[in-house]
């Protein structure tokens, strides 16, 4: 099994999907999105995905999937690998992958975006001040999790690492100092030890403009 | 298979989980959680659930969920109901799951949080602004997927209605009018018709102050 995904390096929503094929062995082909000009909300990328949005995963069976999570547990369910070892951890490992759409890649998402890549006259000091603190919160939420740990679920690497964290590798500045939170700062250090892991700007193509003329 | 259900009246969240035992048949009883008064985050709720948050399920074999999807994915398993009819239905549910989480209830949520239930003298015009655009994206996208359907996903009710639905029912003010998104209205009616619909405010003890003075 192998497929194509639609992605661009800025998106840690793609780089989770990209990331966890690379882990468990499934090849895949990187199809470029020009994000930052508008191509994921354009009628004809809408038409492949209502949602507007990258990642998207088409499988070489012609399966057409969005959402890294979607991709990530259909991975896990290909190859056995990386979902938790009995059906309490796979839950666990749910668990986080929903939290991480709801608490943290939402938030930090969108952060990193309005600090790093949205003009900067539509910049709102209390909007970034709004989704910094809710940030913080998710931080909090990992470190208390991770103290301790080595792992989010379990004893062993699973998806739920590589979602939570894909947003944390990302130099951009959006408030996060390793120094401040050492659990977490363990734990992104043990997913970075993983065999086969690569930063998401030597898996993808960057698509902001000044990244491009680098 | 029973359990208690940590939870309150305005957590859209909360039910989504209530909903789903209702209509698959899960008998579950409700702990009440004073959110307003802090009591979800707590410590002595984090030893519970260190995401802080509502609802959570203790079932009856001891196994605790935090997640309203993992509740509802747990009652699929256990029951068969709700969860889509074939392997890709299942798959096209957990997308509408992972959605709802990560671009409509963590904003609509917000939203909604903000507007009314937010100490006036904390309310940012900018702030409220900035997540109401967020929002009419989300209505856009299940509008646009709802044209001519009557469900979310394949030609029957499933957890990812209860679920991309559940904020929609609340009375409070948010900006959702449903003249302005007829198929949405619509599919809110359907799912408001399944036998045991209840609204949630029917179902769950409310927390805010002065809604406890009604």
Redesign the interface.
């Known amino acids: 099994m192998t497929g194509k995904l639609y992605c661009f390096g800025e998106s840690g929503n793609a780089y989770k999907a990209a990331l966890t094929f690379d882990l468990v062995g499934i090849p895949w082909e990187p199809v470029f999105v020009d994000f930052f000009k508008g191509e994921a909300r354009s009628p004809a990328f ?1 038409k492949i995905n ?4 990258v990642p998207v995963f088409v499988a070489d069976d012609g ?1 057409v ?6 991709m990530q ?2 991975a896990v369910e290909q190859t056995g690998k990386l979902g938790g070892k009995t059906p ?1 951890e796979a ?1 666990e490992v ?2 986080w ?3 991480d ?3 943290m ?3 930090i998402g969108t952060l990193r975006f309005v600090q790093n890549f949205l003009a900067p006259e539509h910049r ?1 000091a ?2 970034i001040k ?1 989704i910094a603190g809710r940030v913080r ?1 998710a931080y909090k ?1 990992l470190e ?2 991770l103290e301790g740990r080595d792992w989010l679920v379990g004893d062993g690497p699973t998806i739920a690492d590589l979602a939570c964290s894909s947003y944390l590798y990302y130099p951009e500045p959006f408030g996060f100092d390793r120094d401040e939170w050492p659990a977490v700062a363990h734990w992104l250090d043990n997913i970075a030890a993983l065999p086969g892991w690569r930063h998401p700007y030597d898996m993808m193509q960057r698509a902001f403009p000044t990244a491009k003329e680098e």
Request: charged share 20%; net charge positive.
């Open positions: 809408r209502v949602m507007g949005e399966e999937m969005t959402q890294s999570g979607v547990l259909w309490a839950r749910m668990r992958l929903l939290w759409n709801h608490k890649s939402s938030q709102s209390d909007v709004w919160v939420t208390q999790h």
